[in-house]
């Protein structure tokens, strides 16, 4: 069932050398239980997308679209004190860099205790014991101690599982993680994607995974949105992505993480670097970087397109039968 639809979403900022279209016709829906990977370099839009989707730009950027829908209900005809409602009770962001979102003044028993205030409606040993569970169900040992701790006395790690708890606090049902991982190490980011996988599974909520690498996501997600400036170029299954990449810059990013499938493989950088979205050309952004471009590419910019079930790209190229490569049974 589906109980998040994005369609069109177009998010413009002004800057001095004019209007930037960081997000250009962004659609995806989202089931219940279900997990997306969000795919792309920096600058690809993927945070920007869900940060309007959450109402957490700036107001000085310009955003519309088809439809922005959460359970039926549009976001963007909300009045700011239903999206304040929204966020953290049904809707909870997790970012990269916990030390930025956590306050380093305040316990954080006092932080995941204002969310329960907030979203539970919590007060006094309840609110304490509410604390402790929270910080329990995301592995933080000692928990009865560790309320009365400081973030900066957490490992980065365990800051990570704290910011988990608190956004957890109001039992949400859709978890947007922008880049959780990224500032840890290989055993502490599978940690982390191990606990949110069985966080989801307990409580049955919906996960937006957003990442540049494939690698984090190919155990997790349900399906894939690669986006490349500022638009999803390809959209699949993590099976058939995996198994048969269909656009050129999604070969290029698999082709530039390591496999352990795979012996002596050398891995293969995307030359280049992405486009500035001030001055695209009306032709294929990602022609520039591509080793299949033809003269289409040049023209104009491919609309996305489905070429299997479940599985559409926005390129002029059919690149599995260019390359002759058969699916993956």
């Known amino acids: 069932m589906t109980f998040l639809e994005v369609s069109d979403l177009r998010v413009r900022f002004p800057t001095e050398d004019g209007m930037v279209e960081a997000v250009r016709g962004v659609s995806y829906e989202l089931g219940i239980g279900e997990t997306l990977g969000v795919v792309g370099e920096s600058g690809s839009g993927k945070s920007v997308t869900h940060l309007a989707l959450m109402g957490l730009l700036p107001d000085t950027a310009q955003i519309r679209a088809d439809q922005l829908a ?58 304490v014991e509410g604390a402790i569970q929270a910080l329990a169900e995301v592995g933080i040992p000692k928990p009865e101690a560790r309320i009365e701790q400081y973030p900066h006395e957490f490992s980065g790690g365990m800051r990570q599982r704290a910011m988990i708890a608190m956004m957890l606090a109001g039992h949400p049902k859709l978890l947007i993680a922008d880049e959780p991982t990224t500032a840890l190490d290989v055993t502490v980011q599978a940690q982390i994607l191990e606990l949110l996988q069985g966080l ?32 999803i170029v390809e959209q699949a299954g993590t099976r058939t992505l995996f198994a048969r990449p269909s656009h050129p810059y999604t070969r290029g990013l698999l082709a530039s993480i390591p496999r352990l499938d795979r012996d002596e493989e050398q891995l293969i950088p995307i030359p280049g670097t992405p486009p500035d979205l001030l001055h695209l050309d009306g032709g294929c952004p990602f022609r520039p970087r591509c080793n299949f471009a033809v003269s289409a590419c040049a023209e104009r910019e491919p609309d996305l397109r489905e070429v299997g079930e479940g599985h559409a790209i926005a390129c002029h190229v059919d690149l599995p039968e260019f390359l002759g490569v058969e699916s993956a049974s």
């Open 200 to 231: 989801q599974e307990a409580r049955g909520m919906s996960i937006i995974l957003i990442t540049h690498d494939l690698g984090v996501v190919a155990g997790q997600a349900h399906r894939i949105a690669v986006m490349y400036a500022g638009r």
């Open 70 to 127: 959460f359970e039926g209900r549009d976001l963007l005809e909300m009045e700011e004190g239903q999206r304040r409602a929204l966020r953290g009770k049904e809707i909870a962001m997790i970012f990269q860099d916990p030390m930025t979102s956590l306050n380093p003044f305040s316990t954080l028993g006092t932080q995941i205790g204002e969310m329960l205030r907030m979203h539970q409606g919590l007060r006094g040993k309840a609110l």
